[in-house]
């Protein structure tokens, strides 16, 4: 009777675990996170440049990654993540676009903008600014201009300027270049200037955001940079997909050829376990590089490790004679402390890692982590309830490589 | 297991190769890539008749006669001097030039002080992995334990350091990556024996200690051997069919797990019985 009823929950499990990974499976791949070196793309990290004089503050680059971000979504650049790194860098990563190196060029700009007189005063800067419009000029030449419209304080201030130059060039400088130097020709008292000068129509539109958004309160210097082409990104993720499910197929039929029925559970927990980690990875919206694929690899050797402690003792407790209930009972409560001091201190090293470690090193620590936790959590409650449900159904001890 | 009565041959097996390893390190260091060195490794795919001679060609047109060229396949890894954007933009474009067809991989640029932090970080989350760990393992065993396990990490960097050294393997900042790992597996693998070792030392005199590890690490030999096996297998798949950039890396853990299992087995128990004695006579 009982051996009917288990036989049914076994049927029952295995039909629930093959619906859910048909179903799940797929959906779950295509929503993970791929890092820039699966799919392509350019990650860039940016140090501010202290000028003599003045700190660089985690504020200031606070402030500098709410500038870029505003730049970001007015210039539309396609799926950019902006962070900052440490006390005074910015990582930018581009994955969407077709010539990301440009977009960070422009990205980068300090877009300090300063009106000038002869003397080299300066009258007033782009903080004073509302607003930055490109328009076409009306000459005809196909030239695009920026029109500039200050706050009160700026109108105050650019009305003394021009009052104080009439006659004279008032020299429009952005990140010290002289843009243009229109000669003033009588005093402005309404908030609006003109950037005249050649630009594209292009280049004015993405100068006028740059104004808009405000200047940068550091300069910013390219630290670091990495760019993956397509071509490599998907060759990479190809490979290790293959090689993962060649490596996953080798551990299956190594479980099931050693410890037969045992082997046969550790693979159905292989699978459970591989949706879980996935699961996790799309829930915490965690992104999945090269390195972390080996995270993943790793993690997959701990969870058959547990599988292998669980089933060594239970065989070393059928051999001191135990019923197979009971073998299964000892096994596993003598297995544990083996399998959790040994998880720990493997995440204690997975923790500090995430905490430490950058780019790829984090990416690792992320799926290792979520692994080990997986993996204990599938040994500890699955594994157990499905090798008792076995043992009502068989109690032949050769069925367990004995 | 006879482990112990062996122990001093396992001592002299694990010198024999580390010793050469530590000779390589102070001779010629680690082969640094430009994670540590700074520099930019400019990555492409050529057609297949082109040669390394002929890349160099271009590199010198392009003033980088310092440049190294590497060739894996019809795949080129040039490294070179830190390049601006506008100089990758032209080195692209001359190699466009000259070759029928010039498939872009990757191109990565590193600045020099970024090398410098990334092995003092690396340094600092071992130290702190281990100071950790060792504390964990004294709060859960006992100090000797802990002490044991330490060794046997310190045993399987210094093999993993000395064949990469030995080899010039370039190391990378994954290869950062790597020892970690082969740390975490070289605790997890060592716990599990202890564990049994902990176990078994309930009312056990000290003059049985001998007979103690030699049973308790026969016990655990099946789970030892298995465990390793099922590790590599997925590592070997990567080795074979995973692409060219992650190779360096999975081999660094490859090496690292197979040390692994094997100073688990016969170094970190001998070890322990050491201390344990020693402490014991004291």
Same mark, same amino acid.
């Given at each position: 009777?009982?051996?009917?009823?288990?036989?049914?929950?076994?049927?029952?499990?295995?039909?629930?675990?093959?619906?859910?990974?048909?179903?799940?499976?797929?959906?779950?791949?295509?929503?993970?996170?791929?890092?820039?070196?699966?799919?392509?793309?350019?990650?860039?990290?940016?140090?501010?440049?202290?000028?003599?004089?003045?700190?660089?503050?985690?504020?200031?680059?606070?402030?500098?990654?709410?500038?870029?971000?505003?730049?970001?979504?007015?210039?539309?650049?396609?799926?950019?993540?902006?962070?900052?790194?440490?006390?005074?860098?910015?990582?930018?990563?581009?994955?969407?676009?077709?010539?990301?190196?440009?977009?960070?060029?422009?990205?980068?700009?300090?877009?300090?903008?300063?009106?000038?007189?002869?003397?080299?005063?300066?009258?007033?800067?782009?903080?004073?600014?509302?607003?930055?419009?490109?328009?076409?000029?009306?000459?005809?030449?196909?030239?695009?201009?920026?029109?500039?419209?200050?706050?009160?304080?700026?109108?105050?201030?650019?009305?003394?300027?021009?009052?104080?130059?009439?006659?004279?060039?008032?020299?429009?400088?952005?990140?010290?270049?002289?843009?243009?130097?229109?000669?003033?020709?009588?005093?402005?008292?309404?908030?609006?200037?003109?950037?005249?000068?050649?630009?594209?129509?292009?280049?004015?539109?993405?100068?006028?955001?740059?104004?808009?958004?405000?200047?940068?309160?550091?300069?910013?210097?390219?630290?670091?940079?990495?760019?993956?082409?397509?071509?490599?990104?998907?060759?990479?993720?190809?490979?290790?997909?293959?090689?993962?499910?060649?490596?996953?197929?080798?551990?299956?039929?190594?479980?099931?050829?050693?410890?037969?029925?045992?082997?046969?559970?550790?693979?159905?927990?292989?699978?459970?376990?591989?949706?879980?980690?996935?699961?996790?990875?799309?829930?915490?919206?965690?992104?999945?590089?090269?390195?972390?694929?080996?995270?993943?690899?790793?993690?997959?050797?701990?969870?058959?490790?547990?599988?292998?402690?669980?089933?060594?003792?239970?065989?070393?407790?059928?051999?001191?004679?135990?019923?197979?209930?009971?073998?299964?009972?000892?096994?596993?409560?003598?297995?544990?402390?083996?399998?959790?001091?040994?998880?720990?201190?493997?995440?204690?090293?997975?923790?500090?890692?995430?905490?430490?470690?950058?780019?790829?090193?984090?990416?690792?620590?992320?799926?290792?982590?979520?692994?080990?936790?997986?993996?204990?959590?599938?040994?500890?409650?699955?594994?157990?309830?499905?090798?008792?449900?076995?043992?009502?159904?068989?109690?032949?001890?050769?069925?367990?490589?004995? | 297991?006879?482990?112990?009565?062996?122990?001093?041959? %396992?001592?002299?097996?694990?010198? !024999?190769?580390? &010793?050469? @390893? =530590? #000779?390589?390190?102070? *001779?010629?260091? +680690?082969?640094?890539?430009?994670?540590?060195?700074?520099?930019?490794?400019?990555?492409?795919?050529?057609?297949?008749?082109?040669?390394?001679?002929?890349?160099?060609?271009?590199?010198?047109?392009?003033?980088?006669?310092?440049?190294?060229?590497?060739?894996?396949?019809?795949?080129?890894?040039?490294?070179?001097?830190?390049?601006?954007?506008?100089?990758?933009?032209?080195?692209?474009?001359?190699?466009?030039?000259?070759?029928?067809?010039?498939?872009?991989?990757?191109?990565?640029?590193?600045?020099?002080?970024?090398?410098?932090?990334?092995?003092?970080?690396?340094?600092?989350?071992?130290?702190?992995?281990?100071?950790?760990?060792?504390?964990?393992?004294?709060?859960? %065993?006992?100090?000797?334990?802990? !002490?044991?396990? &330490?060794? @046997? =990490? #310190?045993?399987?960097? *210094?093999?993993? +350091?000395?064949?990469?050294?030995?080899?010039?393997?370039?190391?990378?900042?994954?290869?950062?990556?790597?020892?970690?790992?082969?740390?975490?597996?070289?605790?997890?693998?060592?716990?599990?024996?202890?564990?049994?070792?902990?176990?078994?030392?309930?009312?056990?005199?000290?003059?049985?200690?001998?007979?103690?590890?030699?049973?308790?690490?026969?016990?655990?030999?099946?789970?030892?051997?298995?465990?390793?096996?099922?590790?590599?297998?997925?590592?070997?798949?990567?080795?074979?069919?995973?692409?060219?950039?992650?190779?360096?890396?999975?081999?660094?853990?490859?090496?690292?797990?197979?040390?692994?299992?094997?100073?688990?087995?016969?170094?970190?128990?001998?070890?322990?019985?050491?201390?344990?004695?020693?402490?014991?006579?004291?």
């Amino acid at each position: 009777m009982q051996r009917n009823i288990s036989i049914a929950i076994i049927a029952a499990i295995v039909a629930l675990i093959g619906v859910i990974s048909y179903f799940v499976y797929q959906p779950l791949l295509n929503n993970v996170n791929l890092g820039l070196d699966l799919r392509g793309g350019l990650r860039v990290v940016l140090e501010a440049e202290e000028l003599e004089g003045e700190k660089v503050t985690p504020d200031t680059i606070d402030k500098a990654v709410g500038i870029l971000r505003t730049r970001v979504d007015a210039l539309g650049v396609k799926e950019t993540v902006l962070y900052p790194q440490g006390d005074k860098r910015v990582v930018i990563e581009i994955a969407g676009e077709d010539d990301p190196e440009a977009a960070v060029n422009i990205l980068k700009n300090t877009a300090q903008l300063q009106f000038m007189d002869e003397e080299g005063k300066i009258w007033l800067t782009g903080k004073n600014l509302v607003d930055a419009q490109a328009q076409m000029k009306r000459d005809g030449t196909g030239e695009a201009e920026i029109a500039l419209e200050f706050d009160k304080e700026g109108t105050k201030l650019f009305g003394e300027a021009t009052t104080a130059n009439v006659g004279k060039p008032l020299i429009i400088v952005i990140d010290d270049q002289a843009v243009s130097a229109p000669v003033v020709q009588g005093p402005i008292m309404d908030g609006h200037a003109v950037i005249t000068g050649s630009f594209t129509a292009k280049e004015a539109q993405d100068l006028a955001v740059l104004l808009r958004s405000g200047a940068l309160p550091v300069s910013f210097e390219v630290m670091e940079k990495r760019s993956v082409g397509p071509t490599l990104g998907a060759d990479s993720l190809d490979k290790s997909i293959t090689a993962g499910i060649v490596g996953l197929i080798a551990i299956l039929i190594f479980m099931i050829g050693y410890y037969r029925l045992p082997g046969l559970i550790a693979d159905i927990s292989l699978v459970i376990y591989t949706i879980l980690v996935l699961g996790t990875m799309v829930a915490l919206d965690a992104v999945l590089t090269l390195p972390g694929i080996a995270g993943i690899a790793l993690s997959i050797g701990m969870a058959v490790d547990a599988n292998v402690i669980i089933y060594e003792r239970i065989k070393e407790e059928l051999r001191l004679g135990k019923t197979l209930v009971a073998a299964i009972e000892a096994g596993f409560k003598r297995a544990f402390t083996a399998i959790f001091d040994a998880n720990i201190t493997t995440l204690i090293t997975a923790a500090v890692l995430m905490y430490f470690g950058t780019g790829p090193i984090k990416g690792f620590a992320v799926t290792l982590s979520i692994g080990i936790i997986a993996s204990l959590l599938v040994a500890l409650t699955f594994t157990r309830y499905m090798l008792v449900l076995f043992a009502n159904v068989t109690k032949n001890e050769k069925a367990y490589g004995v | 297991m006879q482990v112990i009565k062996r122990r001093k041959w %396992f001592y002299v097996l694990s010198l !024999i190769i580390i &010793i050469p @390893g =530590i #000779i390589s390190l102070l *001779l010629q260091g +680690l082969n640094l890539g430009i994670d540590f060195t700074g520099g930019s490794i400019t990555h492409i795919r050529l057609p297949s008749e082109a040669t390394i001679a002929e890349v160099r060609a271009v590199l010198d047109k392009q003033g980088l006669e310092k440049a190294e060229v590497q060739k894996s396949g019809d795949e080129f890894y040039l490294r070179t001097s830190e390049l601006t954007q506008e100089e990758t933009d032209e080195l692209m474009a001359a190699l466009k030039e000259d070759f029928s067809e010039v498939v872009f991989m990757s191109a990565e640029s590193v600045g020099a002080t970024i090398g410098g932090e990334l092995t003092r970080n690396a340094l600092l989350a071992i130290s702190i992995a281990t100071v950790l760990m060792l504390l964990y393992i004294s709060i859960r %065993f006992e100090w000797t334990f802990g !002490i044991a396990a &330490i060794i @046997g =990490i #310190i045993h399987n960097v *210094l093999v993993v +350091l000395g064949v990469f050294s030995i080899f010039q393997w370039e190391v990378s900042s994954a290869f950062i990556a790597a020892i970690l790992t082969v740390i975490g597996y070289s605790i997890n693998d060592t716990i599990v024996i202890f564990d049994r070792v902990r176990e078994n030392l309930r009312g056990t005199r000290k003059q049985d200690y001998e007979e103690l590890v030699n049973r308790s690490v026969g016990q655990t030999l099946n789970r030892s051997i298995n465990t390793v096996l099922t590790s590599v297998f997925p590592l070997i798949a990567l080795l074979i069919l995973g692409g060219s950039t992650i190779k360096l890396f999975v081999l660094a853990m490859l090496i690292g797990f197979v040390t692994g299992a094997y100073s688990s087995i016969c170094i970190a128990s001998s070890t322990w019985y050491d201390i344990k004695t020693r402490k014991a006579a004291a």
